[in-house]
Nanobody, 119 residues
């Protein structure tokens, strides 16, 4: 079964931290890379962090040095530690493979988890 379940979002003040977690089905996790995406209101969904099967990582310029992606292959989970959060980080966050998994002829996405950074 194809499944993605994100958790860990919430409301935090600027400068605060959150950890997001994602449980993925084995079919999705078997892809060579897993990533975290985010979508702000009125904006396109964007890949912000990625971890490859061999353990290497890359990040969007907007989050590098603040966010860290990691995974637990035995549990089919991928997490995102977010530090020094800014109001610009406010978005719905999604996990998925990269490229994103297909279900039928459409890209499959979970419900996502809302992150709001505000004072």
């Amino acid at each position: 079964q194809v499944q993605l379940v994100e958790s860990g979002g919430g409301l935090v003040q600027p400068g605060g931290s959150l950890r997001l977690d994602c449980v993925a089905s084995g079919r999705i996790f078997s892809t060579s890379a897993m990533g975290w995406y985010r979508q702000a209101p009125g904006m396109e969904r964007k890949l912000i962090a990625r971890i490859y099967g061999g353990g290497s990582k890359d990040y969007a310029e907007s989050v590098k040095d603040r966010f860290t992606i990691y995974r637990d292959s035995a549990k089919n989970t991928v997490s995102l530690q977010m530090n020094s959060l800014k109001p610009e980080d406010t978005a719905v966050y999604y996990c998925n493979s990269h490229p994103a998994i297909l279900k039928g002829n459409r890209t499959y996405w979970g419900q996502g988890t809302q992150v709001t950074v505000s004072s």
